[in-house]
């Protein structure tokens, strides 16, 4: 008696039997895999309405030539300024000697102590005057450069007050003989530019490029 192959009998015994009186059923074809939409990926949702609008982006306007020549004459001032408050404080001494002599003059007979006291006070009270005067002329020059036009106009008494000064502080600072004659070389050359500087400030291209900061 012929005997069947191992895995065809383990096939019929753990197959069950069909009941009786119906066909067995066979088995049918696979089911195929539900595939994919093809195609490109779909469009993320619009952002909603938005009811404020962005700041508009100022452009702000080349700086004309006539404000480039004013800071440049400005800055040319101060420079001389600070070279003869420079010299001043390295040739203090000579200065407050000179100056005792001048107090003495005036009040002939004072104590020692006094026209020592009364010479500094004179000397670094001029040497003060002078540095605070440039240095509120140079934060005017920094405003305008901000384009704020109105500092224009207190540059003007600013200026006067600088000439008064000098001609005040030039009885302590200037000293004698040819010291004398470039400080007041550099003076002269100080007033002068500041004063073109100035006049620079009111061109009309300057006053277009100030104004045209309240437009932007």
Do not use: C
């Not at 696979?30 to 609008?53: D, F, H, K, M, T």
């Not at 420079?86 to 102590?113: C, I």
């Not at 008064?164 to 550099?186: I, M, N, R, T």
């Amino acid at each position: 008696m012929a005997h069947e192959p191992d895995g065809e009998q383990q096939l019929r015994t753990t197959r069950p039997a069909p009941p009786s009186g119906e066909p067995a059923a066979s088995p049918g074809p696979a089911q195929p895999a539900p595939s994919r939409p093809s195609g490109p990926p779909a469009p993320p949702p619009r952002p909603g309405l938005s009811y404020s609008s962005p700041a508009p982006i100022v452009v702000a306007p080349p700086t004309p030539r006539a404000i480039r020549a004013a800071g440049t004459l400005w800055v040319f001032s101060f420079v001389a300024g600070f070279a003869v408050l420079a010299g001043s404080f390295l040739t203090r001494d000579s200065h407050l000697e000179r100056l005792r002599a001048v107090v003495d003059g005036m009040a002939p007979g004072g104590d020692a102590d006094a026209l020592t006291a009364a010479s500094a006070i004179v000397f670094w009270g001029s040497m003060g005057t002078m540095l605070l005067v440039i240095l509120l002329e140079a934060a005017a020059l920094a405003i305008v450069n901000a384009r704020q036009g109105w500092v224009r106009w207190l540059m003007i008494p600013l200026l006067l007050v600088h000439v008064g000064a000098v001609l005040v502080a030039e009885a302590f600072l200037v000293p004698e003989g040819d010291g004398g004659s470039y400080v007041w070389l550099l003076w002269g050359t100080q007033m002068l530019m500041a004063f073109v500087g100035l006049v620079l400030l009111f061109m009309p291209a300057s006053n277009a490029w100030l104004r045209s900061r309240k437009r932007g």
